[in-house]
């Protein structure tokens, strides 16, 4: 038996004395022992120095400085020569970034053809980073009119806190962009395709506007990056952000965003930024997403298709005035579509005909009825969502803001993974009978859908 195992703890509790020899663990407490050896266990299995038992942790095991040092100095190499940015480092603590980030950073970044990507705990979040980098004092940027209305107004707000300026233009208006442009303009803002017109954007024609230096920033949640003939960063896109809570996971179960750019000065400092703030997206969830990845891109596919026919039945239908998806004939941006896109999305958008928009909220509710489309805010995961756009998205909005905008009486459909032909079924039958079915009869149903459900 060795000396050290002979010493027991009582022997380096002395302030004024210590043995030479380290404390040994088999000396120690069984709530220690147990605790340090389930670790290395643990450690062993998975290669890796996690600090629990069974479960990867948010910081790991060291051994030491030298090895956090290597770390650091790596950080410095990826600032000094440019060829990515630092989410990339392999995981020191989690705020900056997990080993299961890593990994989904490299297919994000195959996703988008990047130099460098990161990822974060919204879609929200990815906007909101990007316009604190970008916005400095006397800085001017573009927005499109049909961006989100919380990206909108958190560039709004953030601009007249650091002393900026925005314009906001209309969707396909070259001239108002044109016209807007300004030597300190540094960025424009865009979406495609756009909610609920199903807008897409013309990604060179865009960058032709732009002053050399300028950023052109597209969130292309509702495409996705499979949408595209070839990846946005290389039409002229400098940064590409999105939202994994949509069609990148598919399954309404996990939240999280992204940042892809090639440009790693940028990257960088929205990385900085990210480590500072907080806001990075955790272990779990990147690897669900990671997971998801594996078959979302097919499913999404298959939203598209039904989302095109569904257009295509709802054009012919008597009670429709007029669909907005970007397999319609009449879409305004056909050209651009057909030019550069392959996708189409799963958003079907339309305005009944001969309704108002309290007809239109009624109808989306009577829909809902026949239980297939579920009243719900997002889109791209497993069921079919519905709702009234005023309702959901613009219900502070003045009416004659919504019109003069062409986002008034709409009803917004998220097409998921039924069968398309029970989909069309279920609008068929809301668009025939929605004016026969009163109020009392719709509150009767979620009366008793909600004892059915044993929904407290």
Known sequence: MSAQSTLGIAAYLDPTTCPNIRPALAAMSPLTRELHNSIDEHARDEHTAWLHPTQHTIQ???????????????????????????????????????????????????????????????????????????????SHGILMRQLYNKTKTFFEWSA????????????????????????????????????????????????????????????????TPWAFKEPLLSRGATIVTGSLTKALSGTDTVMGGYVATDNTDIGNAIMDLLAMRGGILDEERCSRVTSALATSREVHALRCESATKIAAFLAKHPAIERVFHPSRPDHPDADVIARDYTRLGSIVSFRARGLDERAHRHLADVLVSTIVPRYALSFDGLTTKVNHHKVVSEYFTPPEQLAKLGIDRLIRLGIGTESTDDIIACLNWALHHHASTTADELEAWRTGREAALALG
């Open 60 to 138: 790991r095991d060291l051994l030491g400085s030298p090895n956090v040092i290597a770390w650091q100095e790596a950080k410095a190499a990826f600032l000094i020569a440019g060829g990515g940015a630092w989410s990339e480092l392999p995981h020191l603590y989690a705020r900056y970034g997990t080993p299961a980030a890593a990994m989904l950073i490299a297919q994000l970044r195959a996703l988008e053809s990047a130099t460098c990507a990161l990822v974060t705990d919204t879609g929200m979040q990815a906007l909101a980073l990007i316009g604190d980098v970008l916005l400095t004092p006397g």
């Open 160 to 223: 007249k806190r650091v002393g900026a300026r925005i314009t906001f233009v209309d969707d396909g208006d070259y001239d108002a962009i044109r016209a807007a442009v300004a030597p300190e303009t540094k960025f424009l803002v865009t979406e495609t395709f756009t909610n609920p017109l199903m807008r897409a954007q013309d990604i060179p024609a865009l960058r032709a506007l732009l002053p050399a230096g300028a950023h052109l920033v597209v969130d292309s949640t509702i495409a």
